[in-house]
């Protein structure tokens, strides 16, 4: 399991919308303005006027998808799902402390279903615990 130092050794910032501006915008290097790394952005412009822009641009969506790219404070961005080793269980139980303390994962926490409900569902009596969960609602 991954403790909360360990999340913390991640960056902040996006891996998603990083490799989406490196793939769309990628020779002219707006993925490295996004993660703060101003200087390596305006170099990275320079390089695309000498068409080397592009496979730096491809090169930095490989780092991306695979976890390897650094924001400016040195912090690699999260991998990407794609290139993640192991069965999404694996992966899920290994993330489970970060998930839970995630807005979604608290989300699910307080919506989460009683084990009388989950029997009336398993019985396929979907009415009776939608009633359970409105009554279970209306008591807090």
Known sequence: MISEKENNDFSDKGSFLCAFL???LGPLGV????????KSGFLHILASFFIIGIPLAMFDLYQIFKGN???V??????PMPILV???YQERVEAN????????????IKRNELSSREKEL??????????????KRKDES
């Open 73 to 78: 404070n040195g912090k690699k961005l999260r």
């Open 96 to 107: 489970k402390e970060w998930i839970d303390n995630s807005a979604f994962g608290k989300w």
């Open 69 to 71: 790219f650094i924001d």
């Open 22 to 24: 490196a793939l769309i």
């Open 121 to 134: 569902l398993k019985k396929g009596d979907v009415k009776g615990a939608f009633e359970e969960v409105q």
């Open 31 to 38: 993925h490295k303005f996004y993660v703060g790394r101003i």
């Open 85 to 87: 080793k192991g069965t």
